[in-house]
Nanobody, 119 residues
Framework: QVQLVESGGGLVQAGGSLRLSCAAS????????IGWFRQAPGKEREFVGG????????SYTDSVKGRFTISRDNVGKRVYLQMNSLKPEDTAVYYC????????????WGQGTQVTVSS
C-alpha cells in the first residue's frame, strides 16, 4: 500500500499563497504519479493537477493554470502544490492521491487538508 499525508492547509486572504505538501510512504515503488484534487462544500471532487515521479512534467486544470505549480521531491517522496493568487473559489478540502499506472486511475488517497480563502 501507499500512504499519503497532506499538510500545509490553512486560512489565507484572497491574493495570498499557500504551499501544500503530500508525503508518500509505504510501497512508493508502486506509485507512478500523484494527483491533487479538491472538493468544495456541495460540489463534486475536482482534479486540480498531477505529476509523475519520473518525468516531473505536471499538468493542470484550466482554472488553476498560471497560479498553481506542482513539483516533486523524489528523494523525500513528497509532492508539493504551490498555490499563488488564491481566490475565494479555491476554498476546498485538498487531497492528494496516487496512481500506479499511466492511465491516471487513483487508488490511494490522503485524508485531505482544508484551504480557506477569505475575500
Amino acid at each position: 500500500q501507499v500512504q499519503l499525508v497532506e499538510s500545509g492547509g490553512g486560512l489565507v486572504q484572497a491574493g495570498g499563497s499557500l504551499r501544500l505538501s503530500c508525503a508518500a510512504s509505504g510501497r512508493t515503488s508502486r506509485s507512478y504519479g500523484i494527483g491533487w484534487f479538491r472538493q468544495a462544500p456541495g460540489k463534486e471532487r475536482e482534479f486540480v493537477g498531477g505529476i509523475d515521479w519520473f518525468s516531473g512534467i505536471a499538468s493542470y486544470t484550466d482554472s488553476v493554470k498560471g497560479r498553481f505549480t506542482i513539483s516533486r521531491d523524489n528523494v523525500g517522496k513528497r509532492v508539493y502544490l504551490q498555490m499563488n493568487s488564491l481566490k475565494p473559489e479555491d476554498t476546498a478540502v485538498y487531497y492528494c492521491a496516487s496512481t500506479a499506472t499511466t492511465n491516471w486511475v487513483f487508488d490511494y488517497w490522503g485524508q485531505g487538508t482544508q484551504v480557506t480563502v477569505s475575500s
